[in-house]
C-alpha cells in the first residue's frame, strides 16, 4: 500500500523550478533515484540499498539519501511501501549495511519523474562555473 499526500500535487513545470537549486550532489542522487524508480516500475519497492545496481556510484555524494527520498514524496513521484496498522500507517523497511532501518518506496508518479530527468540530467543542465570548479 503508499501514502499518498494529502496536498494537491505539483505542476511539472513547478516542480522543475523548485528542484533547479539543488546542489549537484543532491541532483545526481535525485536522478539516480528517479532512474530506480522508473526501472521498477509503479508496482516494484526499492530503497536506498538498490541504488547501487542503478548508478549510484555517480550520485554524488553521501548524507543526502534522506532530503532526496523526503523531496520525491513531497512532490508525489515517490510514495512509501507499507500497511495500516490500528488505522496509522507504518512504512516497512530493510536494513543498510550498517544495520540501520530505512524505508522502502514505490514510484507514484512515472510522469513527474521522467520530466525531472529530462529538466535534470547533466546534459539537459548547463553547468554554472562554480560547478565546474568543484569538479576539479
Do not use: Y
Not at 536522478?31 to 530506480?36: D, H, S
Not at 529530462?118 to 546534459?123: K, S, T, V
Amino acid at each position: 500500500m503508499i501514502a499518498t499526500p494529502a496536498k494537491a500535487q505539483p505542476s511539472p513545470e513547478t516542480l522543475v523550478r523548485e528542484w533547479t537549486w539543488k546542489a549537484p550532489a543532491m541532483r545526481a542522487m535525485t536522478l539516480a533515484v528517479c532512474r530506480l524508480a522508473l526501472a521498477r516500475g509503479v508496482a516494484g519497492d526499492f530503497s536506498a540499498m538498490d541504488l547501487a545496481d542503478h548508478g549510484a556510484d555517480a550520485h554524488g555524494g553521501t548524507g543526502i539519501a534522506g532530503s532526496v527520498f523526503r523531496q520525491l514524496a513531497e512532490a508525489g513521484i515517490i510514495g512509501p511501501v507499507g500497511a495500516i496498522v490500528d488505522g496509522e500507517f507504518i512504512q516497512r523497511r530493510v536494513r543498510n549495511a550498517c544495520g540501520n532501518p530505512i524505508g522502502l518506496w514505490r514510484l507514484t508518479h512515472p510522469g513527474l519523474a521522467r520530466a525531472l530527468i529530462a529538466a535534470h540530467a547533466p546534459e539537459s543542465v548547463p553547468m554554472r562555473q562554480m560547478e565546474l570548479l568543484e569538479l576539479r
